[in-house]
């Protein structure tokens, strides 16, 4: 059983707003991903890590930005939310030799 | 690079009818190659893989056979239930082994 967590579950904010959302995992993977998930369901790899002080961006640009401070924590920041931001965010991780990823439960942003 | 082509949906059956979504792929090497299936409200979580040439993944009853003559990763299960409902997601490592590249998804209605 994979262990790794966001917070929060669900957000609504108003235009503007600096927001952070948080993705945490205790099994001490090197590597992390964001994805973007639109109505339709389609995953956007936005960013990702492959351990401490490494980050990338993915194959969507994307507004938001991430850090990689400590190998359990990797917090996507948003300086000023947009409408357009409105959508699911995914946090994941793979473990050093695999390929598999695990996934969190999401955030559902909502920038009104 | 490599990619993923997965049926679209969505796709409607009845309870213990039999199931195929069909997955294809494009890749240089030999990937790993894997089935993704998420739940309303909740993130990914891995369901089967495969890591070689005729490898069988299974689990909860679907199978997968990868077959490196046609480039393909078909989902299959002999008898659906209505909680088998949710979006499913065909995957393949990346070229540089690094990340994995997701399918659109496939969403599954099973009802009763």
């Known amino acids: 059983e994979a262990d790794i967590y966001q917070t929060p579950r669900y957000l609504v904010i108003g235009t503007g707003k600096k927001i952070t959302l948080e993705c945490s995992q205790t099994m001490g993977h090197d590597k992390m991903y964001w994805y973007q998930q639109d109505p339709g369901m389609e995953l956007h790899l936005i960013h990702y890590?492959?351990?401490?002080?490494?980050?990338e961006k993915g194959d969507l640009s994307s507004e938001s930005t991430v850090s990689r401070i400590r190998t359990e924590h990797f917090p996507l920041t948003l300086e000023s939310a947009r409408p357009s931001h409105t959508s699911q965010y995914l946090c994941?991780?793979?473990?050093?030799?695999?390929?598999?990823?695990?996934f969190g439960p999401g955030t559902r942003l909502t920038v009104t | 690079g490599n990619s993923v082509t997965q049926m679209e949906g969505p796709v409607t059956l009845s309870e213990e009818a039999f199931l195929t979504i069909n997955c294809t792929y494009t890749?240089?090497?030999?990937?790993?190659l894997f089935w993704y299936v998420q739940y309303p409200g909740e993130g990914l979580q891995l369901l089967l893989k495969a890591t070689k040439a005729d490898d069988k993944g299974s689990n909860k009853g679907f199978e997968a056979t990868y077959r490196k003559e046609t480039t393909s990763f078909h989902l299959e299960k002999g008898s659906v239930q209505v909680s088998d409902s949710a979006v499913y997601f065909c995957a393949l490592t990346n070229q540089a082994g690094t990340a994995l590249i997701f399918g659109k998804g496939t969403t599954l209605s099973v009802s009763s």
């Open positions: 890590s492959y351990g401490v002080n490494s980050t």
């Open positions: 994941a991780s793979t473990g050093q030799g695999e390929y598999e990823q695990y």
């Open positions: 890749a240089t090497g030999y990937p790993s």
